[in-house]
């Protein structure tokens, strides 16, 4: 990466937004139905079905279908989009304006430095958080959903696609991620990566 990067590519679940993977997973465990099929659902691996719905290749009614397929619920759509929702459900970290702000300065405060938002959401989990997310999202240059992308992270792809469309090389983009896989695959192709691990201590570990 050049002294200072052109493009940084900031994450949303994990860094700005306070996400809960068990609450989601303790809820769908609880759905009426549930088969005792293993629900793998985390921050770093996760059940292709949850993978395919986060970037496009299905819709949310192939999502709800899929579910019940699976694992056996024997429910209404807006039990399955509560228990899915769940992960949201403490919202953004009361920082995390803050954080924003701080980034900006410290990166992309020149002109022509753009600063981005990638989330891996799926289109019930943006819907549900994306008012919530407006204190961020207006602070930003651009937000890209994996949804609409129809990419997801750590696929290396995700993120030349972010790179081109923006018009900056990975060698002057920087990562920060609260995903060691993301900011590996990142890495590989040339992006400088901050790896998350205590998203209360950004402005103070990570920017100084």
């Known amino acids: 990466m050049s002294s200072s990067p052109n493009l940084i590519i900031l994450d949303l679940g994990g860094v700005l937004f306070n996400i809960d993977f068990e609450r989601t997973k303790r809820a769908l465990l609880e759905l009426p139905g549930y088969n005792g099929l293993d629900v793998r659902f985390g921050v770093e691996t996760q059940s292709d079905v949850f ?9 949310t009614s192939e999502f709800r279908e899929k579910l019940r397929s699976m694992y056996g619920y024997v429910c209404s759509d807006e039990e399955i989009d509560r228990a899915w929702c769940a992960i949201l459900d403490k919202g953004l970290f009361p920082f995390a304006s803050d954080v924003v702000r701080s980034i900006r ?4 405060s020149r002109p022509g430095d753009r600063l981005v938002i990638f989330s891996n959401i799926s289109e019930l989990h943006y819907l549900d958080a994306k008012d919530r997310c407006q204190a961020v999202f207006t602070l930003v240059d651009k937000v890209y959903l994996s949804y609409t992308l129809g990419l997801r992270k750590p696929d290396p792809q995700s993120f030349l696609a972010i790179c081109e469309l923006e018009g900056i090389p990975a060698s002057h983009t920087l990562l920060i991620d609260d995903s060691i896989a993301n900011c590996t695959s990142a890495e590989s192709l040339g992006i400088t990566t901050i790896h998350v691990t205590d998203p209360s201590a950004v402005i103070t570990s990570y920017l100084s």
């Open 51 to 59: 993978v395919d719905y986060d970037r496009g290749a299905l819709t």
């Open 105 to 108: 300065m410290r990166f992309a």
